[in-house]
């Protein structure tokens, strides 16, 4: 899989793709990541890739030229093509789901109050927020739907095991974890998990999972519930 990232800070991807799964996978040459500096397409003499907003109002916004060069230079009509900002649709698993499928991503990394919209309607194919909050820029947003996306292409991780017994599966959290040893400063690892017995365990697991979802997620338990009534 490819991903094209547009960026303003092109350093900023630097170590996150040589650490970790990403970096293996990066060297295994299962994901190919193009960080392309926008700046570099600017035509202006200073390069300067943003300017005020027309009607007022606080903050820069990015230019449509340099954008308009980068893309034209690096996109065929038909990608996939993000622009991460705070007013887009919700990043969720659903979606990562949807972009593991294809072979090729762009993510436009947002910055300032944005990008000129002629860029969005002439290029974007989906706007995206990673949540309700702001950030200082996109290029945090684009790490993060790169990794939410690339640990579901087959081969990202080594162990496809742990992709299905992951949280949010069939609706839940994750279940607690313990190590050794079985007993730290005092604090002891509970009895049942040093006892063996996998079918105690599992609904032990699965007791803790629901417990916790509707503690921390009341808006996922609702969904399990649904979904355990439902007979699904
Ligand atoms: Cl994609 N960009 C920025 N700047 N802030 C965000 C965001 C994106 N998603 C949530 N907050």
């Known amino acids: 899989m490819i991903f094209k990232i547009y960026t303003l800070f092109p350093e900023f991807f630097s170590s996150p793709l040589k650490s970790g ?29 943003d300017d005020y907003p027309y009607g007022g109002g606080s903050g820069m916004v990015m230019m449509p030229q340099p954008l308009f060069s980068a893309l034209e ?11 991460t900002s705070p007013s887009g649709r919700t990043f969720d698993r659903d979606f990562s ?44 947003a684009a790490l993060v739907i790169a990794d939410a996306v690339a640990r579901l292409v087959p081969g990202f991780m ?6 299905v017994e992951e949280s949010f599966e069939g609706d839940l959290l994750e279940y607690p974890q313990y190590t ?12 049942l998990l040093l006892q063996g017995d996998h079918a105690k365990i599992t609904l032990w697991r699965n007791e803790k999972r629901i417990e916790k979802t509707r503690a921390v997620r009341p808006d996922l338990y609702k969904k399990y519930l649904t979904r355990i009534i439902l007979g699904e």
């Open 21 to 49: 799964l990403m970096g293996k996978a990066v060297e295994s040459g299962i994901l190919e990541f193009r960080v392309i500096d926008i700046r570099e397409y600017s035509e202006d003499r200073f390069r300067r890739c």
């Open 73 to 83: 230079a690096n996109e065929e009509s038909t990608g996939t093509v993000l622009y």
């Open 97 to 140: 789901r949807e972009l593991s499928g294809k072979g090729e991503i762009s993510i436009i990394c947002g910055h300032y109050e944005g990008v000129d919209q002629r860029v969005i309607e002439r290029f974007v194919t989906h706007e995206v927020s990673i949540g309700d909050y702001v950030l200082s820029g996109g290029e945090y």
């Open 158 to 163: 080594g162990n496809s095991q742990s992709l």
């Open 180 to 191: 050794r040893p079985a007993e730290y400063m005092g604090l002891k690892v509970p009895d």
